[in-house]
């Protein structure tokens, strides 16, 4: 849920938050919580990679079970929790032999409800099977690309990708992006749309909310000189002076595809996502 404040300040006015009166009220599990250091666009020779990201709140690592590798085993969801590190609420389960772990948190899903991750099982929220016994027209989410890997696709707040048909070994799946893929039907995807959907719907408001989560500033390329952007220079206000537009080392921006074309996965695309 969202909210909005008060227009006490400019920032404020048009500034939407996160209600978080429908989570848990209790701390993260200790032994599955933990510092971690943030390379913040760094390499491991300290260069900067990744262009204006850096600085932000200091964050504790949850750690996702992404495989759910406890078949048969019911879990009761013992809260809901936000994290920081990532848009979408995480679950934190008790397993029936003592075991605890945190997964994503699907719509649906509340404190209290029971959770089982099997080869074939009931369609609830948060519930985990093989892609083949999944009916055509299911929602799902955190999928796997290969057999045993663990969730890779699909968690995301809001997240979900509709089950559109089995075809001998392979399932099709229409993801968010309308790309229709097909994966093996022995891949595991979790039931039911993930939590947050109304994260699109948050406003920073100001500046300083985005260097809370560590973005840093970016400057427009027709603000610097030629010697340091393909647009820049020129008197006052000028175009940018190409047919296309260019990243700040001269390749092409805007519209370019980047997949490689001989990707082994392409074989595996039905349908290419709408641009």
């Given at each position: 849920?969202?909210?909005?404040?008060?227009?006490?300040?400019?920032?404020?006015?048009?500034?939407?938050?996160?209600?978080f009166?429908?989570?848990?009220?209790?701390?993260?599990?200790k032994?599955?919580?933990?510092?971690?250091?943030?390379?913040?666009?760094?390499?491991?020779?300290?260069?900067?990679?990744?262009?204006?990201?850096g600085?932000?709140?200091?964050?504790?690592?949850?750690?996702?079970?992404?495989?759910?590798?406890?078949?048969?085993?019911?879990?009761?969801?013992?809260?809901?929790?936000?994290?920081?590190?990532?848009?979408?609420?995480?679950?934190?389960?008790?397993?029936?032999?003592?075991?605890?772990?945190?997964?994503?948190?699907?719509?649906?899903?509340r404190?209290?409800?029971?959770?089982i991750?099997?080869?074939?099982?009931?369609?609830?929220?948060?519930?985990?099977?093989k892609?083949?016994?999944?009916?055509?027209?299911?929602?799902?989410?955190?999928?796997?690309?290969?057999?045993?890997?663990?969730?890779?696709?699909?968690?995301?707040?809001?997240?979900?990708?509709?089950?559109?048909?089995?075809?001998?070994?392979?399932?099709?799946?229409?993801?968010?992006?309308?790309?229709?893929?097909?994966?093996?039907?022995?891949?595991?995807?979790?039931?039911?749309?993930?939590?947050n959907?109304?994260?699109?719907?948050?406003?920073?408001?100001?500046?300083?909310?985005?260097?809370?989560?560590?973005?840093?500033?970016?400057?427009?390329?027709?603000?610097?000189?030629?010697?340091?952007?393909?647009h820049?220079?020129?008197?006052?206000r000028?175009?940018?002076?190409?047919?296309?537009?260019?990243?700040?080392?001269g390749?092409?921006?805007?519209?370019?595809?980047?997949?490689?074309?001989?990707?082994?996965?392409?074989?595996?695309?039905?349908?290419?996502?709408k641009?």
């Amino acid at each position: 849920m969202t909210k909005k404040y008060k227009p006490t300040t400019p920032g404020r006015r048009q500034m939407i938050g996160y209600d978080f009166s429908n989570l848990s009220n209790v701390d993260p599990l200790k032994s599955l919580t933990g510092g971690f250091r943030r390379a913040v666009g760094r390499n491991n020779q300290g260069r900067i990679t990744s262009r204006h990201r850096g600085s932000g709140v200091k964050r504790l690592f949850r750690q996702i079970d992404f495989k759910q590798v406890k078949v048969n085993i019911p879990a009761k969801v013992f809260s809901i929790e936000y994290d920081p590190n990532r848009t979408v609420r995480i679950a934190r389960l008790h397993y029936v032999d003592g075991a605890k772990s945190y997964i994503l948190a699907a719509e649906g899903m509340r404190v209290g409800g029971s959770v089982i991750f099997s080869e074939k099982t009931d369609l609830e929220p948060g519930n985990r099977m093989k892609l083949k016994n999944i009916p055509q027209g299911t929602v799902v989410h955190n999928i796997e690309i290969q057999p045993g890997r663990g969730g890779q696709l699909i968690r995301s707040a809001g997240g979900g990708a509709t089950v559109l048909a089995h075809e001998g070994e392979y399932v099709q799946v229409v993801l968010p992006s309308s790309e229709v893929r097909r994966f093996n039907g022995n891949v595991m995807a979790s039931i039911g749309q993930l939590s947050n959907a109304e994260h699109s719907s948050i406003v920073l408001g100001k500046a300083g909310r985005a260097r809370y989560l560590g973005r840093r500033p970016k400057v427009r390329g027709t603000a610097m000189n030629p010697v340091d952007h393909p647009h820049g220079g020129g008197e006052g206000r000028q175009p940018i002076g190409l047919k296309h537009p260019k990243t700040p080392w001269g390749k092409p921006a805007l519209g370019v595809k980047t997949r490689r074309k001989k990707k082994k996965s392409s074989k595996f695309i039905v349908r290419r996502r709408k641009k």
